[in-house]
């Protein structure tokens, strides 16, 4: 049987064949993302949507981990989490007052167990998330989508990654939103967490 697909946080954009969630407006379900526990069933759901919500939501750390916490305790081992943000350097993401926090790649990073594991043996910076909360999210697709302003200074059709990457790490507005694709791991049923 397949699990739930859920479009968290879905505003005027609901998906069908998705459980539509919102906090306003006339959703499936009407239910605030930072309330505590979330009303699904450990293990229930393949997938959820999170497309301009993420950023939305935790302006508390800790209420911002906890639904981290909650995302995986609902979903199934091997559901994805697919994430789309404005990119923090571009007006969109500053231009709206109730963007309350960044969301890039290496925020990502911080919920894998097996990266944590690294930063660990390799004495790095990064905290271990996926650690400390009992969490393991794999990335396994980020893309940058280039803005009007991209193809403005650069009209041609095919987008050089590395260049843009560069530059978007250097000028504002040239990336206007980072697509993100997690992938939750979680050991099969009886095994041994290690």
Not at 42 to 51: G, K, Y
Request: charged share 20%.
């Amino acid at each position: 049987m397949d699990g739930l697909r859920l479009n968290l946080g879905s505003g005027m954009n609901p998906r069908p064949g998705y459980v539509n969630v919102d906090r306003f407006g006339t959703p499936d379900l009407r239910h605030d993302l930072e309330t505590f526990p979330w009303p699904w069933t450990d293990d229930s759901v393949q997938e959820i949507v999170l497309n301009h919500v993420l950023e939305h939501l935790g302006q508390d750390p800790n209420v911002f981990l906890e639904i981290f916490k909650e995302m995986y305790r609902v979903c199934r081992g091997g559901a994805t989490v697919q994430i789309v943000v404005p990119h923090f350097r571009h007006d969109y993401f500053y231009g709206d007052p109730t963007h309350v926090r960044a969301i890039t790649p290496n925020t990502l990073h911080l919920f894998s167990q097996r990266l944590n594991r690294e930063f660990i043996r390799g004495q790095f910076a990064n905290t271990p998330l996926g650690l400390y909360l009992g969490v393991d999210f794999e990335l396994i697709e980020t893309r940058f989508k280039p803005s009007e302003t991209w193809f403005r200074l650069h009209p041609e059709p095919q987008v050089d990654l590395e260049k843009l990457l560069f530059q978007g790490s250097i000028y504002n507005n040239l990336i206007e939103e980072i697509q993100m694709m997690l992938q939750v791991v979680k050991p099969p049923s009886g095994a041994a967490v290690p």
